[in-house]
Every structure is written in structure tokens, then in C-alpha cells.
């Protein structure tokens, strides 16, 4: 079981790494449901672990439809992270309809190489799952993040277990939304998804007054036994069905 975590900073990227996750997911901004790291955030988090590193592309906040300025940024965003030695890149771009953008998907995909991508929880936004699930293999991204089109993973479980079975080995499926250690062993085994996503993150908030304007300061950490009791429960189903096998 290939385990994802989410993260957006060199405290929880080593944290991810000691707990035992595969890969994670760096982002900044987690607020706005991340967008693309600093070239400093990038390289520091690539210093400091060994596992994978895959790095949010995301030029802003906001829908999913990009001007072709936009997507000149995501390309230079892209050539940027390469140049960090970076494992791969997630980014999903979508047309006015909603649907998934082959043609500018595909574009940056194959600029991207020979980096891995995966593309993101903008295909939970498109109204046939089943057919983007096609336009995304057809776009030649590695993986898909998804709950199935349902506000978390759980509730999207059935689906998940539908576009699993459809891809057919063309592309992994990776559960993500609301997946936690006490509901990672009982979502993979019903859905049979290899890979899984969580950002694990508990937020602090505080206050802090700066001359006459008040900010709101939000944090967001990954704890060491958090992911190691993640990695534990998802690593549970593997000896599952290895038990199914034996019986």
C-alpha cells in the first residue's frame, strides 16, 4: 500500500518520512487547498528527505479553468521544480464545462516528463466520472486523486471501487478526502485502491497584532505518530488479503 501524505512544510515533510509514508504531496497554502511551493520550500523539503516529493501546481486559489497565461506559469512552475530534483508534480486543469482538458493536460504532462503526475481532486468536479476517467488516461497522467466525486473518500467508496475496477492497471486510482487511521483499512479493502492520501494535518490558530491590523495566523502539522499509525492501519490490508490468499 503506497501511502501519500500532504504537507506544506520541512517540519511535516520529515515527520511524514520518519512515520513511514511513501510520498508526499507539497503544497503551501493549505487554506486554499494548496497551491505551487516557494522555490526555497521545494529545495529545503527535498534536502531533507528521501522519499518521494511530488509538488502541487496550482497558480492560484480558485476554479480549475486557466488562461494560457496561467498555464505558461504552471509550465514554468513545472520546469522550476524539475530543476529541485523533485519525484513529480500534480496539477488538474479543466474546460468552461467543467470537464477535464485533455489537450492542455496532455501538454503539460508531457512536459513534465519524465517526472511522474498525478492529477488531482479537480475530477471530483466533473459530472461523469467515467468518461473523465478515460480523458484523464487518455492526457497520460500516472494517477488520479479522487473521493469519488463525494465530499470525502467515504462517502465516495462505491465509486471508488467503480473507477478502480475501470482503469484496468491504465492508471492508479488514489483515495483521498477524510481518510484517516481509523478508516484507511476498511476503505481500502472495500474499494481496492494501492495508494491512499491524507494530510493528517491538525491546524493551531492564534492571533497576532502587528501595528494597528490584526492577522490570523493558522499552522498546519503532520505528526510522526500520526502517519506511522496510518502507515500501520493501510498496511494491514495488504496482510488481509494476503491472509485471503493463503485461505
Given at each position: 500500500m503506497n501511502v501519500e501524505i500532504c504537507i506544506d512544510s520541512v517540519q511535516s515533510a520529515i515527520a511524514a518520512a520518519r512515520g513511514g509514508a511513501n510520498r508526499v504531496?507539497?503544497?503551501?497554502?493549505?487554506?486554499e487547498d494548496g497551491i505551487t511551493?516557494?522555490?526555497?520550500?521545494?529545495?529545503?523539503v527535498r534536502d531533507a528527505i528521501d522519499i518521494d516529493v511530488f509538488v502541487i501546481i496550482r497558480p492560484r486559489g480558485g476554479d480549475f479553468i486557466y488562461s494560457d497565461t496561467e498555464l505558461d506559469v504552471m509550465a514554468r512552475d513545472i520546469e522550476e521544480a524539475k530543476t529541485r530534483k523533485v519525484d513529480g508534480v500534480v496539477f488538474g486543469i479543466l474546460k468552461e464545462d467543467g470537464e477535464i482538458d485533455i489537450e492542455r493536460t496532455r501538454r503539460l504532462v508531457e512536459f513534465a516528463r519524465p517526472l511522474g503526475v498525478t492529477f488531482h481532486r479537480a475530477f471530483d468536479l466533473c459530472s461523469d466520472l467515467g468518461r473523465s476517467l478515460e480523458d484523464v488516461i487518455s492526457a497520460g497522467a500516472d494517477r488520479i486523486l479522487t473521493s469519488g466525486g463525494a465530499a470525502d473518500a467515504l462517502e465516495g467508496m462505491d465509486r471508488l471501487a467503480q473507477l478502480h475496477k475501470a482503469a484496468r492497471g491504465r492508471i492508479s486510482i488514489?483515495?483521498?478526502?477524510?481518510?484517516r487511521p481509523s478508516n484507511v483499512r476498511a476503505l481500502t479493502l472495500r474499494t481496492g485502491v494501492a495508494e491512499v492520501h491524507s494530510s493528517l494535518s491538525k491546524s493551531s490558530g492564534e492571533s497576532a497584532q502587528m501595528g494597528s491590523d490584526r492577522y490570523g495566523r493558522r499552522t498546519y502539522?503532520?505528526?510522526e505518530d500520526d502517519v506511522r499509525a496510518f502507515r500501520a492501519a493501510a498496511g494491514a490490508t495488504a496482510l488481509d488479503a494476503e491472509m485471503d490468499i493463503r485461505r
Open positions: 504531496e507539497l503544497c503551501s497554502a493549505l487554506s511551493p516557494s522555490a526555497g520550500l521545494i529545495s529545503a488514489m483515495a483521498g478526502g477524510g481518510i502539522l503532520v505528526l
